[in-house]
């Protein structure tokens, strides 16, 4: 007898939490705070720190639907070969750039880590759904998430004790050994990335048991008819060849079948739903908006929210260490410290909401903590005082990203496993926005300053919070049960 069961142990799923702690380590370091400093420091202006998000995410964006769609029509190991082999080119080149203190080559390479983000994410993140069975993906979205986290603590940490090594000063001589430390990090976890097998996945082994326990089936029957016939055509004197079978086989229309999906396939009323005998099946549809709006628009709802509130977070993000720095004059250890702090209380309220929203529903807690981001950013927009500051500073970021995971299981479970690798380079995108308008921030800041950059942002916070709120009734049936946290298991006899 075999089975097919899941757990955080298996192959992909352990991949990509070591991936996430070794590559999140080395981008916290290379991408952000030191790098806003190392950039601001060779060149005088904020401007530049902008443009370098912003070819990011031009290259991001020109990439990232090609590589979903890779992914989706090929191995999604095969396109992550491909992201692992980019991933290196940019580390070398990153690494030049910081040595040679060179803007030309530095833009260079971070348009190739904008080309290496579109591969990687969403096909990582699709192989991830992939090896999560439905109704269990939320649980290891945050852990991944809070992984992510716990790595974007250890850059700043890295980072700190560098800087107390050689100089707590914002100069080229004491950023460019933590920059350089971030890039060789960046090389080695790619490595990983030729670790992965699609084949491995546990839908794909629950679809290969099924087939095979289906094949079984049809196998016995096979044996049982052709027994029969065998003994009538013995009877009747006729010679019965065991040969003669059908020119298309039953094994390939099998294969090649495309079905509907039945009523406990796992997809939230995205399709019509119909029983195993074939049979429609009794469904109270889940609308909103005086019936304008139903489940088959959760995914484009989920994807244009977060694009607007993509847009608001690159608006501010890339300038916060110079905010510090600027109006407060923090030392490079001190800011490095707030963004150690950050992920911590990130992936405490990650948990945190996870555990509530069994309760409250996924969609709601994303919306509370959203809006406590929003005003958390507001109020940093109006106080003066560095305590102050510092506190909303932590938990803005935390609340509007602690719910990250409960956000992405929602759209695995709205999208079927064919797309997506598609929709996760939809996804993509936002992060190719929040690196575009980067360069809108920068803008925004030399002209008006940084206060008035993040009422902008918080502006467009509030169109994204108002078609999250849309998605509440639409989601409200989408709750994981403890039924559906048991370990699903399909036996072959």
Not at 70 to 81: G, V, Y
Not at 332 to 359: E, Y
Not at 438 to 445: E, F, N, P, R, T
Request: glycine share 6%; hydrophobic share 50%.
């Amino acid at each position: 007898m075999r089975e097919t069961s899941w757990g955080l142990m298996e192959h992909n799923v352990q991949l990509v939490f070591l991936f996430t702690v070794m590559y999140w380590s080395a981008s916290s370091i290379i991408s952000q705070q030191v790098f806003s400093g190392y950039v601001y420091v060779l060149t005088a202006s904020n401007t530049p720190v902008g443009f370098v998000k912003g070819i990011q995410g031009l290259t991001q964006l020109v990439c990232a639907f090609p590589a979903g769609y890779a992914a989706d029509c090929t191995r999604r190991d095969r396109t992550l070969i491909v992201a692992g082999i980019v991933g290196v080119v940019a580390s070398v080149l990153t690494a030049m750039a910081f040595e040679l203190a060179d803007m030309l080559l530095m833009y260079v390479a971070f348009g190739l880590w904008g080309a290496f983000t579109a591969f990687q994410s969403s096909d990582m993140e699709a192989l991830f759904a992939d090896s999560a069975p439905m109704g269990q993906r939320s649980a290891p979205f945050t852990l991944k998430y809070v992984m992510r986290n716990v790595a974007l603590v250890l850059g700043p940490t890295s980072a700190i004790l560098l800087l107390w090594k050689n100089g707590d000063v914002w100069t080229l001589v004491a950023l460019r050994p933590v920059l350089l430390f971030g890039a060789f990090i960046a090389a080695v976890s790619m490595v990983l990335l030729f670790q992965f097998n699609d084949d491995l996945a546990f839908e794909n082994r629950q679809y290969v048991f099924a087939i095979e326990r289906e094949l079984s089936s049809i196998e016995r029957n096979f044996t049982s008819e052709y027994s029969d016939r065998e003994s009538s055509a013995s009877e009747q004197g006729v010679n019965f060849s065991r040969m003669q079978i059908p020119s298309t086989s039953e094994f390939s229309q099998l294969l090649q079948s495309s079905r509907v999906p039945s009523a406990n396939s796992g997809y939230y009323l995205t399709a019509p739903l119909r029983s195993d005998d074939d049979e429609d099946v009794s469904v109270r549809p889940v609308m909103a908006c005086w019936g304008m709006l139903d489940t088959a628009h959760v995914p484009y709802l989920l994807f244009v929210s977060n694009f607007l509130v993509s847009n608001g977070t690159g608006l501010v993000t890339a300038f916060f260490p110079l905010f510090f720095l600027h109006e407060y004059a923090l030392s490079p250890i001190r800011v490095q410290t707030l963004f150690a702090l950050q992920p911590l209380v990130m992936a405490l309220l990650s948990f945190l909401s996870q555990m509530v929203s069994s309760t409250t529903g996924r969609m709601s807690m994303v919306v509370v903590t959203r809006v406590l981001g929003t005003i958390s950013l507001l109020l940093m927009a109006v106080s003066h005082d560095v305590a102050d500051q510092s506190v909303l500073f932590v938990f803005h970021g935390a609340f509007m990203q602690c719910t990250e995971p409960l956000r992405r299981s929602l759209l695995m479970d709205f999208v079927p496993k064919s797309h997506r690798a598609r929709w996760n380079s939809l996804e993509g995108l936002t992060v190719a926005s929040w690196a575009g308008s980067a360069v809108l921030g920068g803008i925004i800041v030399d002209a008006y300053g940084y206060r008035i950059c993040f009422i902008a942002a918080a502006l467009v916070y509030i169109c994204g919070l108002a078609l999250e709120t849309m998605l509440i009734p639409l989601t409200r049936h989408a709750a994981e049960t403890l039924e559906n946290l048991k370990p699903q298991r399909a036996e072959i006899s």
